[in-house]
């Protein structure tokens, strides 16, 4: 089975940054995309940024050019950087990856970290 653990969440100043950082285990060969999710109470969860095997890389428009994501193909890990943090940026972060190969079998599906907590006071 495939496991992501995040760490790296905690408590900031607005303004401030904190770095998330995941990683994937599991007798994994490759991953096609990898990202970073968010939930705040009572709403949706929603995608923050993503980035593919290739490196291509999509944020959402509320944290393009504070945000940046980037991954280890080889250490099978994604990482946040978050910069001048807003309050709004309060949420729980989850690390996602998308289709999976394991040992040669194709898992075209989701796979999430428990998630970790981000808060941003003003």
């Known amino acids: 089975q495939v496991q992501l653990a995040e760490s790296g969440g905690g408590m900031v100043q607005a303004g401030g940054s904190l770095r998330l950082s995941c990683a994937a285990s599991g007798s994994i060969s490759s991953i096609d995309d990898m990202g970073w999710y968010r939930q705040a109470p009572g709403k949706r969860r929603e995608l923050v940024a993503s980035?593919?095997?290739?490196?291509?890389?999509t944020y959402d428009g509320s944290v393009e050019g504070r945000f940046t994501i980037s991954r280890d193909n080889v250490k099978n890990t994604v990482h946040l950087e978050m910069n001048s943090l807003k309050p709004e940026d309060t949420a729980v972060y989850y690390c996602?990856?998308?289709?999976?190969?394991?040992?040669?079998?194709?898992?075209?599906?989701?796979?999430w970290g428990q998630g970790t907590q981000v808060t941003v006071s003003s």
């Open positions: 996602n990856a998308y289709n999976v190969f394991v040992g040669g079998k194709q898992y075209l599906m989701s796979f």
């Open positions: 980035v593919s095997s290739y490196g291509e890389t």
